[in-house]
């Protein structure tokens, strides 16, 4: 049985169609990596799954059950496996490092708290960060927010986690810090979908490619295919292009 | 006008009256305090609902929504007309006090509600979608990440619609509530000149809300610059 | 509850509510213009004027923004005759409204009168304009589009403000309320409606402002 299937996935930002026919399977332990032009829809799959924007048709199955995303229970019980990690980070400006990791386990899932703070204290050294507990998030470099941001979506313990374009908003000189972080979760076996532009980073840890290019999937495959023997022309232009430079 | 307001001042001047106008003025702020108190909570209450979404709660936000409109509308007179004869009706024996404070916390409530609003729309998008992805209810989102960050920008207005209040309660004389306006007219029917007993009463009016707004001028200076921290 | 609620009965004083509708639009216009007047001079007074004079000005903005209209209406009605003015009670409530008008809108338009940008002021005199055109196509239009929407907000507040006007017997909208009121005992029906007028002026009003906001100014006005 596949971790997550996803059939026929249309989604609208209001009239305009923005996903059209999406069709991918994720198997437990798989790394996807969704590459493609800006606009293409890569970010939007993520933010569908996620409920954060409802699917207009198809359907997404997680471990074969289906998901209802009308359905607020249900999207309740979706979210309590996947987790998401934003291009802006989107961390809690009112709280410290330490409460932006562990506000969610413990007023939201009602967990212990001193458990879910060894925790915390545990992933934040984890990601190299366990001198700046105490610190808000504006007092951090963009690398150092994108770091706390994957800590406290790992807090939640997903069984998915979904990485949309992390290393975007950074500096060059920090990407490579938060790179070296996923690396060690794909080590793990954790199955990730990874939205990114850094296409060396996705050949190396993806074991699956998807390039996608107006809101369809153009063709998918190993890294060795899609890098080095694309199937169609744009993906050709695309790879050429991307690594032309 | 001077050499007769010299004339009565002695008169004036009284234990008796002083504290017949210390007490008043206590009763203008209370109530303003308490409109406003009582009515930051109801606004807090309509900017939640209008933030809410999905077609069953639609009645819901459009009764918030006409509340809102309605009472910011609608002059303090006329609302605390309505209210009077509302509790009048309803033959219960009702103090006047009450009467004003609901009329304040009616129409603080309506104008508060647009300022919470303001507040949590300036909360950015991403720290919405943050914790709809971990799962935090509408009601949680506010409570933890949305107000511990919207504050600063509620409160100095709000606290300007309080000073206000305190101006704007001057009609609660008209129902007989025994605040500073009313005490005015009382020390004047009394005998004192209309110079003298309104001019003392505008003094005092000065007196409480010039050092308050001066006050809340300077929140709003301390309260600006940073927008992040909430502790 | 034993009162139930005839509104019937008040219809045919409706006429009367439309006649003092009327009425308070016109004391809300008359004490905005008033205020305009004396809020442009003050505020120039505040941004350009000497210090001496913009001291005396601050003392009347800060004591008119301090203290109830109803009270500065009521020295002006009870005090002034004493020293042999006596006013009508539309006087008293439009010269008070006129004045507390004056201070509110001197803080308003004083901030328009900061806001002028100085880069595009300087790019005018690069470009060759005199003074006069400086003010005329640069200076006036932004400071109408920066004034714009906060003077239309507080032409709302004045026209809400004018209901206090029937504390001293005038026959506005409130006005009209209170002698209907008394004649019918209609109470909550009366006021209520009375309600729904003030919602009506004040929606129309703001529907108007905005309109001629966006073409006149190009302001950003939301509804008001």
Not at chain 2, 198 to 205: E, N, Q, R, S
Not at chain 3, 181 to 195: C, G, K, P
């Amino acid at each position: 049985m596949h971790h997550l299937d996803i059939a026929g996935l249309d989604a609208h930002y209001g009239k305009l169609p923005v996903l059209s026919g999406i069709d991918l399977t994720v198997g437990r332990g798989d790394i996807i990596g969704l590459i493609g032009p800006s606009g293409s829809g890569k970010s939007t799959i993520l933010r569908v799954l996620m409920g954060l924007l409802p699917p207009s048709g198809g359907a997404v199955k997680l471990d074969g059950e289906p998901v209802n995303y009308a359905d607020q229970a249900a999207l309740r019980r979706l979210r309590d496996r996947i987790a998401i990690v934003f291009q802006q980070y989107n961390l809690f400006q009112n709280m410290t490092v330490l409460e932006n990791v562990t506000i969610a386990p413990v007023k939201i899932r009602k967990r212990p708290r001193a458990e879910v703070e060894a925790e915390a204290r545990a992933l934040l050294a984890k990601v190299g960060l366990g001198d700046k507990l105490t610190r808000y998030p504006d007092e951090l470099s963009g690398g150092q927010q994108q770091r706390v941001a994957i800590a406290r979506a790992l807090a939640l313990k997903p069984e998915i986690l979904l990485l949309d374009e992390v290393t975007a908003a950074l500096d060059p000189e920090l990407v490579s810090e938060v790179l070296d972080t996923i690396r060690v979760l794909a080590r793990e076996g954790m199955t990730m979908l990874i939205v990114s532009h850094e296409m060396a980073f996705i050949r190396e840890v993806a074991s699956k490619v998807v390039f996608m290019a107006d809101g369809r999937v153009v063709e998918t495959g190993s890294p060795a295919q899609i890098f080095d023997a694309p199937q169609h022309q744009r993906t050709r232009d695309f790879v050429s292009k991307i690594l032309r430079h | 006008m001077l050499s007769q307001i010299i004339e009565e001042w002695p008169r004036f001047a009284t234990y008796y009256n002083l504290v017949f106008i210390a007490k008043a003025a206590l009763t203008t702020l209370a109530l303003s305090a308490l409109g406003c108190v009582v009515g930051s909570l109801l606004g807090l209450v309509l900017a939640v609902t209008r933030l809410t979404h999905g077609p069953a709660l639609l009645p819901l936000r459009l009764l918030a929504i006409g509340f809102t409109e309605l009472f910011r509308r609608v002059p303090f007179l006329v609302t605390l007309m309505l209210c009077f004869f509302a509790f009048q009706a309803t033959g219960a024996d009702v103090p006047l006090f009450v009467v004003a404070a609901v009329t304040v916390t009616l129409i603080a409530g309506a104008f508060l509600g647009e300022i919470v609003r303001g507040g949590l729309n300036a909360v950015h998008r991403n720290q919405w979608e943050a914790a709809a992805a971990m799962n935090f209810s509408l009601t949680e989102t506010i409570r933890y990440v949305a107000l511990p960050q919207a504050w600063r920008l509620i409160l100095p207005p709000a606290f300007g619609f309080f000073v206000m209040f305190i101006k704007d309660t001057a009609l609660a004389s008209q129902i007989g509530v025994v605040e500073l306006t009313f005490v005015g007219k009382v020390l004047n029917n009394k005998g004192f000149s209309a110079a003298l007993s309104f001019g003392a009463i505008l003094i005092v009016y000065f007196a409480i809300s010039y050092p308050l707004a001066r006050f809340g001028a300077r929140l709003e200076a301390r309260l600006a610059p940073s927008r992040h921290r909430g502790a | 509850m034993s009162y139930t609620l005839q509104y019937g009965q008040i219809w045919p004083y409706l006429p009367r509510l439309f006649d003092g509708a009327w009425i308070a639009l016109q004391i809300a216009v008359l004490a905005f213009c008033g205020g305009l007047a004396i809020g442009t001079a003050c505020a120039a007074v505040k941004s350009f004027g000497p210090r001496w004079l913009s001291r005396i000005v601050n003392l009347y903005v800060v004591f008119f923004t301090n203290t109830p209209q109803l009270v500065q209406i009521y020295f002006l009605y009870f005090a002034l005759p004493d020293m042999g003015v006596l006013l009508s009670s539309y006087a008293a409530v439009l010269i008070g409204m006129t004045l507390n008008a004056g201070a509110y809108l001197t803080e308003i338009q004083r901030a328009g009168f900061e806001s002028r940008r100085v880069s595009e002021m300087e790019a005018a005199e690069v470009l060759g304009f005199s003074r006069l055109q400086q003010i005329r196509y640069v200076i006036l239009p932004h400071m109408a589009r920066v004034l714009f929407p906060p003077l239309s907000n507080h032409f709302i507040i004045m026209t809400l403000g004018t209901s206090m006007a029937a504390v001293f017997g005038v026959e506005e909208l409130t006005g009209q309320a209170f002698n209907i009121n008394s004649q019918t005992f209609r109470s909550i029906e009366i006021f209520s409606v009375t309600a729904l007028f003030y919602v009506a002026l004040t929606l129309a009003a703001s529907v108007l402002l905005a309109a001629i906001g966006r073409y006149a100014f190009r302001a950003r006005t939301g509804l008001i």
